[in-house]
C-alpha cells in the first residue's frame, strides 16, 4: 500500500485491526479479488499526496475504539449526557463553497 507510515498509528492499541498496519475504519472498507479497497475524501488525498497526515483520521489519535451497541443507537443528546462515564468525540466538519 501506498503512503508510507501516514496512516500508522502512533500508539498502537490491541483492541485495534489494522490493514497492512494502516489503521481504517473498517467498516468502510470492502474487498475486490481479496484486495481491501475504499474511498477517501479530497482533503485527505490531498494530505496524504503531500505526504501529511490527514487531520481527521484515525491515526491522528481519534481512534477510541469499538462503540457498544447501546451506545450507538443512543441520539447525539444522549451520549453527550452520558460522557462523564464514557468518553467520546464528535468531529463535525462544515463545508462552504
Known sequence: M????N???QFPHHAQHPIYGKLF???VIM?????PFGFICNSCADDLA?????????????WIGDVPEEMA??????PI???IYYPAA???KLYSK
Not at 501506498?2 to 507510515?5: D, I, K, S, V
Open 2 to 5: 501506498e503512503h508510507g507510515t
Open 7 to 9: 496512516l500508522c498509528p
Open 25 to 27: 475504519y473498517n467498516q
Open 31 to 35: 474487498y475486490r479479488e481479496g484486495n
Open 50 to 62: 503531500s505526504k501529511k497526515v490527514p487531520q481527521y483520521t484515525l491515526a491522528n489519535n481519534l
Open 73 to 78: 443507537i443512543l441520539m447525539l443528546p444522549e
Open 81 to 83: 449526557l452520558v460522557s
Open 90 to 92: 464528535y468531529i463535525v
